[in-house]
């Protein structure tokens, strides 16, 4: 657990992560290697109905400067260079997606043992503006962020959250959608190493009148196989298992399946992400 209350983005993230990490539907293969000089290399392929695409990045670090490039199967560039206390306390990003010229992002962070603030601006004639701000502590955080479109002069985004954070659980409430929704959601380990989980997230959308509940855990069977469950108040059941086939390398098979529906179809996935 760090100094700070971490970034806004930190809300709730860990059921988030619970609910959401490594679940698809889809194949892929990501494999990692590693050059002499310090390169990162990662290959991905991926196969999503019937259309395949690929993508090769490259990550390399340098003092306090991490260089970011990934070239996909479309001649997309994505290039982001991260520096790191280039100014006392903060993180620095700057992102640009070629031939997208309009793409370019400029991000800031910074980090105190009592706050965090991060601002984000596009590169762009009419910049959009992202602003978020936590206060308070490891254990308790307030935060609050903002978005505003200097082109059509309006807000894009304007939401509030809270977390509480213990050694063996987590809470947050966060008041989203610009005060349409609100998420509550709690994460209690089932051991001191944090390896298996339980967790529920109640979202009420106000204007759609709905609730949305979903349940999930995270369980460690044994050292190398972790498997995760999820299911919702509308049906949707998920699960998947994941498997350390070798150091660091990864086989993760997961399903999805909706019980009120006729036909029950499932809907599987596999990744493998290996590592050398």
Avoid: C, W
């Avoid at 620095?92 to 997606?97: D, R």
């Avoid at 050292?223 to 108040?233: G, Y």
């Amino acid at each position: 657990m760090g100094k700070g209350p971490g970034l806004y983005s930190d809300i709730g993230k860990l059921a988030k992560d619970l609910l959401t990490k490594d679940y698809n539907s889809d194949q892929k293969l990501t494999v990692k290697s590693y050059s002499t000089t310090g390169v990162a290399f990662t290959s991905t392929a991926l196969k999503k109905g019937g259309l395949s695409t690929g993508d090769v990045a490259a990550l390399y670090k340098y003092k306090n400067t991490l260089i970011d490039v990934k070239l996909d199967t479309a001649s997309t560039i994505n290039t982001t260079l991260t520096f790191t206390d280039l100014f006392p306390s903060t993180k620095t990003k700057a992102s640009f997606k070629f031939p997208d010229y309009n793409s370019g992002k400029l991000e800031i962070q910074y980090f105190h043992d009592h706050a965090t603030i991060t601002s984000v601006a596009t590169l762009k004639q009419s910049p959009i503006f992202d602003v978020s701000a936590t206060f308070g502590t490891p254990t308790a955080a307030f935060g609050a962020e903002a978005g505003y479109d200097t082109k059509s002069g309006h807000f894009t985004k304007y939401n509030t959250g809270i977390s509480f954070t213990k050694a063996d659980s987590s809470a947050a409430v966060i008041i989203g959608d610009k005060g349409d929704s609100i998420k509550v959601s709690y994460v209690h380990h089932l051991d001191q190493f944090k390896k298996s989980a339980a967790v529920v997230d109640i979202t009420r959308k106000f204007s759609a009148n709905q609730n949305t509940i979903t349940v999930g855990g995270s369980f460690a069977i044994d050292p190398l196989t972790q498997a995760k469950v999820r299911f919702n108040n509308y049906g949707k059941l998920g699960g998947l298992l994941q498997h350390e086939i070798f150091p660091k390398s990864v086989l993760t098979i997961s399903g999805e399946v909706d019980t009120k529906a006729l036909d029950k179809n499932p809907k599987f996935g596999l990744a493998i992400d290996l590592k050398p």
